[in-house]
T-cell receptor
Framework: QQQVKQSPQSLIVQKGGISIINCAYE??????FPWYQQFPGKGPALLIA?????SEKKEGRFTISFNKSAKQFSLHIMDSQPGDSATYFC???????????FGTGTRLKVLA | GAVVSQHPSWVICKSGTSVKIECRSL??????MFWYRQFPKQSLMLMAT?????????EQGVEKDKFLINHASLTLSTLTVTSAHPEDSSFYIC???????????FGSGTQLSVL
């Protein structure tokens, strides 16, 4: 029940295309849903986050779509660039705690 | 965003020695810090939660005597890998939770290689 399932495991997108990464959860006690970007040999960096009372949040080329009834949320990267090539992790915070549950990660490669 | 500094970035040590990794919150006070371990091409595995002024809370399966955590101030937590062995080789990442802020910020990670 604490799991966060992330898909796809890897993704290849052409430059200028849209990258879409999906996550699904079961625990309704999650109350905060961030996305992290990680480059090789570096720690994850917070990209964008959303609360369950909002269905969509957009920051620049990055958009989170949140479907509370389906317990799913997704990251959309518009106009994908080679510099976006990295591993992306979704996460869910357990309400009332400091604990984050991370997805398994998606390795994105954007072709020039 | 808040800055979390982790040091060293990489360390190579001989089997049987101990290694200390530092995690500092540079521009905010972190009452709670977290230590993760990450294997190549895998997700982050939470090892322990470090609370300022109290004992760390370890996740199931993590040896507390092997991975010593100290959080002596609101800006510093340390992870000491004691009597390191090759199987302890991994990427260790700390993160910090700012007061009144539910955002989690990560350090840059430490690649530990035990020979």
């Amino acid at each position: 029940q604490q799991q966060v399932k992330q898909s796809p495991q890897s993704l290849i997108v052409q430059k200028g295309g849209i990258s879409i990464i999906n996550c699904a959860y079961e625990n309704t006690a999650f109350d905060y849903f961030p996305w992290y970007q990680q480059f090789p040999g570096k720690g994850p960096a917070l990209l964008i986050a959303i609360r369950p009372d909002v269905s969509e949040k957009k920051e620049g080329r990055f958009t989170i779509s949140f479907n509370k009834s389906a317990k799913q949320f997704s990251l959309h990267i518009m106009d994908s660039q080679p510099g976006d090539s990295a591993t992306y992790f979704c996460a869910s915070k357990v309400g009332g705690t400091y604990k984050y549950i991370f997805g398994t990660g998606t390795r994105l490669k954007v072709l020039a | 965003g808040a800055v979390v500094s982790q040091h060293p970035s990489w360390v190579i040590c001989k089997s049987g020695t101990s290694v200390k990794i530092e995690c500092r919150s540079l521009d905010f006070q972190a009452t709670t810090m977290f230590w993760y371990r990450q294997f190549p091409k895998q997700s982050l595995m939470l090892m322990a939660t470090s609370n300022e002024g109290s004992k760390a809370t370890y996740e199931q399966g993590v040896e507390k005597d092997k991975f010593l955590i100290n959080h002596a101030s609101l800006t510093l937590s340390t992870l000491t890998v004691t009597s390191a062995h090759p199987e302890d080789s991994s990427f260790y990442i700390c993160s910090a939770w700012g007061q009144g802020n539910e955002k989690l910020f990560f350090g840059s990670g430490t690649q530990l290689s035990v020979l």
